[in-house]
């Protein structure tokens, strides 16, 4: 049994449903992160978890006692701002320490707690400094010592980094991580960044339209998508069309190529269906291989343009009339293609995955577009 | 280029000299002519002889009570309905808001003839009670007092705070004393003083429900004396001013907070 659970939650705003029918269980100690597009549901799902907000139907329980009644006041849960959310009228010392007198700590426990606080988020210095004397980054870091200054049960974070600029970001989220490992503390994260909730979470829940589409390791997520949807939200994708020609042998001919994948093919003999392949399963074919290996795919595609991603560097070429992304890492030794060659490259066959016609496609970082070429 | 910058701030300080000689001069010809009291000096004899009557005190300590009254009940009335509409029920916003300019629209004459029709007789029987020139003066203050309190509440993000508080374990009372009101000091004092303002000098109301108010007295001095009524002015005048300097002065070092004035920055 998770320590939290949600059952069936359906929330609606007048006529506009906004959560489905969502479940979903999170483990004690777990980081679990909601990722999705704006205005998925992510907000609304925490605030009903918080109790914020109260759903329509269904059921939410904490450590096995249905709360979905309670009121955020005694639910004892932590919760962590957009816009950091700290009392303008309190220093550091008494923001932290806000949650410990309504609790009624005894002084000496309380000055205790909120020095200990102060060192998590190494900040001993700033305790009589208020909101506005700090930099956002700061304070959305007093923001989370006050939430965990009470010993929460979990701790529920709405997108915390987004107000920030990128190199903090990425500084604070690595904050988050370590002091929810230290504390061992159940944490709910809402962000529609997948870069941080892949580089964050232990669990994450890829959220769309109001649902949940599906939940697993950032591993899982990545690798094993389990809807279309999914595949395209997370990462970059290469879809390429083509018809079936074997759907025995998962034979497909893609613009006169013909390539084979492991998906079951089944049903889709003779139609049109769409293959997806990440940019990193691909790499330019050896010399020796035109043969093809039984397990490789080789097409040749003509080379667009390069793009300088830091680490790795993204090939552009054109198939047919689609856009295909290839990556490759980052050396002096690399030989860029110019407008106009012609690159050969080669996959695994198992790197290549069905797409069924029809299926929905998350727009945002997802495919091959023409803006993207640009 | 240099030239034409020069003309510019020559032209912006001939307009701010215009302006302040706009308002200072009447100012200083009243202040001039409450000196005149005594036939060829200048003297202090209007100041003493406005301290010198009784009444000056009287009605001037008459109206400071019903004065705090009205602040008390105002405050007591608005603020929790200011944060309730802001917190539950933000559609009801404009409504309320026109609601607020009401006594701009409707000139006291008719508010106090309602007034003492309407409770004129038992069991309402309450034109003879002061409780009602307070409720009068609530009515009178509540744009100052519901401006002011909304645009405290506005610039301070009342909802997350409400709700950060919350899940930190706060009840409404923790909620309004630790966490709003002190974030609303500006707009509370701004709000005190302008109805203390508006009250101490309100002339309708007290009339036509025959108090011994102070602006009925100052009333009575302007129509009967000459020199009096202009120190008069000047004293109200540096009380007004005398306030405003008090709001600057309180509210210096709360953090983030901007003088507001009936919900003007
Ligand atoms: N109080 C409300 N009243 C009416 N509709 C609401 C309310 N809160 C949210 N919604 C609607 O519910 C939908 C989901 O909103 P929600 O804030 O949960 O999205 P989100 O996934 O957090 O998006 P984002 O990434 O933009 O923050 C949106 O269409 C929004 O307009
Ligand atoms: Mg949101």
Redesign the interface.
Same mark, same amino acid.
Request: glycine residues 12%; hydrophobic residues 45%.
């Given at each position: 049994m998770g320590f939290i659970e949600l059952h069936e939650i359906t929330k609606s705003f007048a006529n506009n449903t906004v959560v489905k029918n969502l479940s979903l269980s999170v483990e004690e100690g777990k980081f679990l992160s909601f990722l999705g597009g704006s205005g998925c549901g992510k907000t609304t799902t925490l605030r009903m978890i +918080? !109790?914020?907000e109260t759903p329509t139907s269904g059921r939410i329980l904490i450590e096995g006692k249905d709360v979905s009644r309670v009121?955020?006041?005694?639910? =004892?849960? !932590?919760?962590v701002?957009q816009?950091y +959310?700290?009392?303008? =009228?309190m220093t550091v010392r008494k923001n932290i320490a806000? !949650?410990l007198k309504?609790?009624k700590v005894p002084a000496q426990e309380m000055h205790a707690r909120v020095d200990e606080m102060l060192a998590l988020i190494h900040m001993e210095n700033y305790g009589d400094r208020?909101?506005?004397q700090l930099s956002g980054g700061q304070q959305q870091r007093v +923001?989370l010592a006050? +939430?965990i200054a009470?010993r929460p049960k979990a701790l529920l974070l709405d997108e915390p980094l987004s107000a920030l600029d990128a190199k903090i970001r990425v500084q604070l989220r690595d904050d988050i991580r370590n002091i929810q490992q230290e504390l061992g503390i159940t944490t709910i994260y809402v962000t529609h960044d997948q870069e941080e909730a892949m580089s964050i979470s232990d669990q994450i829940a890829v959220m769309r339209n109001g649902g949940i589409e599906q939940v697993g390791t950032p591993f899982d997520i990545y690798n094993t998508p389990a809807t279309s949807y999914v595949a395209s939200f997370i990462g970059t994708l290469n879809l390429l069309e083509g018809y079936v020609v074997d759907a025995a042998l998962g034979k497909v001919d893609l613009n006169g190529t013909t390539v084979r994948t492991v998906s079951d093919l089944r049903g889709f003999e003779g139609k049109k269906i769409r293959l997806t392949v990440r940019p990193e399963a691909l790499s330019v074919a050896r010399q020796d291989d035109a043969g093809s290996a039984s397990d490789v795919n080789n097409i040749t595609g003509t080379a667009e343009r390069v793009k300088f991603l830091g680490s790795t560097v993204r090939f552009v070429m054109k198939f047919g009339e689609t856009y295909m992304f290839m990556d490759r890492f980052n050396s002096s030794q690399l030989v860029l293609p110019k407008k106009g060659d012609s690159i050969r490259v080669s996959f695994a066959i198992d790197a290549c995955r069905l797409l069924p016609e029809g299926d929905a496609i998350a727009m945002p970082g997802s495919g091959v577009s023409d803006e993207m070429i640009q | 280029m240099k030239n034409g910058g020069a003309t510019r701030k020559a032209m912006s300080w001939f307009w701010l000299i215009i302006g302040l000689l706009y308002f200072f001069i009447p100012l200083l010809s009243t202040f001039l002519f409450s000196l005149k009291g005594k036939k060829g000096v200048l003297s202090f004899v209007a100041y003493q002889h406005v301290f010198a009557d009784p009444k000056f005190l009287q009605s001037f300590l008459f109206s400071l009570q019903m004065s705090v009254y009205t602040i008390i009940v105002g405050l007591v009335l608005i603020v929790p309905t200011a944060i309730l509409i802001n917190l539950k029920i933000p559609k009801a916003k404009p409504v309320i808001e026109l609601f607020s300019l009401m006594p701009f629209v409707i000139p006291p004459v008719v508010l106090a003839f309602g007034l003492i029709k309407f409770y004129a007789n038992p069991p309402l029987a309450l034109v003879s009670s002061p409780a009602l020139l307070v409720a009068g003066y609530v009515v009178i203050s509540f744009p100052y007092i519901y401006r002011s309190v909304d645009t405290g509440l506005t610039s301070?993000?009342l909802k /997350?705070?409400t709700?950060?508080?919350?899940?930190?374990?706060?009840?409404w009372l923790?909620i309004l004393f630790? /966490?709003i009101l002190?974030?609303l000091?500006t707009a509370l004092l701004s709000a005190t003083f302008l109805t203390f303002a508006t009250v101490i000098g309100e002339l309708t109301l007290a009339v036509l429900l025959a108090w011994p108010a102070f602006g009925p007295y100052m009333a009575h001095v302007g129509r009967d004396l000459a020199y009096e009524p202009a120190a008069l002015a000047i004293l109200s005048f540096m009380m007004t001013w005398g306030s405003i300097s008090l709001i600057q002065f309180l509210s210096r070092g709360?953090?983030?907070a901007k003088s507001e004035i009936g919900g003007l920055h």
């Open positions: +918080a !109790g914020f009121p955020p006041a005694r639910r =004892n849960l !932590g919760m701002f816009n +959310a700290l009392f303008p =009228n806000f !949650g309504i609790a208020y909101p506005h +923001a006050r +939430a009470v | 301070m993000d /997350v705070l709700e950060a508080a919350q899940s930190l374990g706060a009840g923790s630790k /966490v002190p974030n000091r709360i953090p983030g």
